[in-house]
């Protein structure tokens, strides 16, 4: 599993309520992920970072915020959650050992009602 | 914009057959592609990766396939086992960025 954990890995929330999402990595990999997973959507990246405080969009980043304090964590953060929302969260590091390979965390299913 | 399609869809096999896996990519200009394994509520497995100077890659009963030109990778799976029912995803780095994309995943099951 390369060291990554996701908290919480359950969450119902509300409409319009603030959400923040968990990742923590062990091994002070430099790039993180984080995608979301919807049938008939497939994997989607919301934001990826490459260094402390250093963050980039990705395909679907509308409604996500990111940051990334320390090297071992990154934090997804939904500041009003939608019904749209309402999916599987993945986070995901890249080891370039072996050429960049990526390894994902083990998901947050969130709900929002 | 790259575009990863993954065919079948679902596909069913008895066990012990050899069964081959499809991913097709829109734009050849990639850094690597690799395959995923995932199981129902379950997170991604990695499977292989292969660099896009690399033809294959072997890792036991899988081999993964790589023609850049073409576009395709196909993930071989010799002497199917029930244990190997899951959602293979793959999912190409293009050369201009970190993301990956995805292809939509084909769910196999192997029946006893």
């Known amino acids: 599993d390369a060291g990554i954990t996701q908290s919480p890995r359950h969450k119902v929330t509300e409409t319009g309520t603030p959400v923040t999402l968990r990742c923590h990595q062990t091994?002070?990999?430099?790039?993180m992920y984080w995608y979301r997973q919807d049938p008939g959507h497939g994997l989607r990246l919301i934001h990826y970072?490459?260094?402390?405080?250093?963050?980039d969009k990705g395909e679907v980043s509308d409604g996500y915020s990111v940051s990334r304090s320390k090297t071992e964590d990154f934090l997804l953060t939904l500041e009003s959650a939608t019904s749209s929302q309402t999916s599987v969260y993945f986070c995901?590091?890249?080891?370039?050992?072996?050429?960049?390979?990526?390894?994902f965390g083990p998901g947050t299913r969130l709900l929002v009602l | 914009k790259q575009e990863v399609t993954q065919i079948p869809a679902a596909l069913s096999v008895p066990e012990g057959e050899n069964l081959v896996l499809n991913c097709s990519f829109t734009?050849?200009?990639?850094?690597?592609l690799q395959w995923f394994r995932q199981d129902p509520g379950k997170g991604l497995t990695s499977l292989l990766l292969?660099?896009?100077?690399?033809r294959e890659q072997t890792s036991g009963r899988l081999n993964a396939s790589l023609d850049k030109s073409s576009g395709r990778s196909t993930l071989y799976i010799a002497a199917s086992q029930p244990g190997d029912s899951a959602t293979y995803l793959c999912?190409?780095?293009?050369?201009?960025?970190?993301?990956?994309?995805f292809g939509g995943g084909t769910r196999l099951m192997v029946k006893p």
């Open positions: 970072s490459y260094g402390v405080k250093d963050t």
């Open positions: 995901a590091i890249s080891v370039r050992a072996g050429g960049e390979t990526q390894y």
């Open positions: 292969i660099q896009s100077s690399q």
């Open positions: 999912a190409v780095r293009d050369n201009a960025g970190n993301m990956l994309t």
């Open positions: 091994e002070n990999h430099r790039y």
């Open positions: 734009d050849s200009a990639i850094y690597n």
